[in-house]
């Protein structure tokens, strides 16, 4: 069954780092596929945190983690991270990423959804 998996969440001290990995299983993730990072906290609407294109691989970032967030992607891994450095307690939550082929960000019709990994950051 293709589909993501993500992994690397976990519960960090504020300012402290953790990386992401959002991996795929039973296809290729490769250049053209937009791969987008999601996060959601408990009653909290859904945000779009970061975005590599599958057009031309730059990538956008929201402002609230301009700075302290960084997209990439290894195709020969099949994986794009989520490195995240400076965290701090709001950006405890959820984290998913999806994918779509051929397209810019941000994402429109998710050609696929991960389950998500969690992200908890306290004192």
């Known amino acids: 069954q293709a589909q993501l998996v993500e992994s690397g969440g976990g519960a960090v001290q504020p300012g402290d780092s953790l990386r992401l990995s959002c991996t795929a299983s039973g296809f290729t993730l490769g250049y053209y596929y937009a791969v987008a990072w999601f996060r959601q906290a408990p009653g909290k609407e859904r945000e779009a945190v970061s975005c590599i294109s599958g057009v031309d691989d730059s990538t956008t970032n929201a402002d609230s983690v301009k700075g302290r967030f960084t997209i990439s992607r290894d195709s020969a891994k099949n994986t794009v991270y989520l490195q995240m450095n400076s965290l701090k307690p709001e950006d405890t939550a959820n984290y998913y990423c999806?994918?779509?082929?051929?397209?810019?960000?941000?994402?429109?019709?998710?050609?696929?959804w991960g389950e998500g990994t969690p992200v908890t950051v306290s004192a």
């Open positions: 999806a994918a779509e082929a051929y397209h810019n960000c941000p994402l429109e019709n998710m050609d696929y």
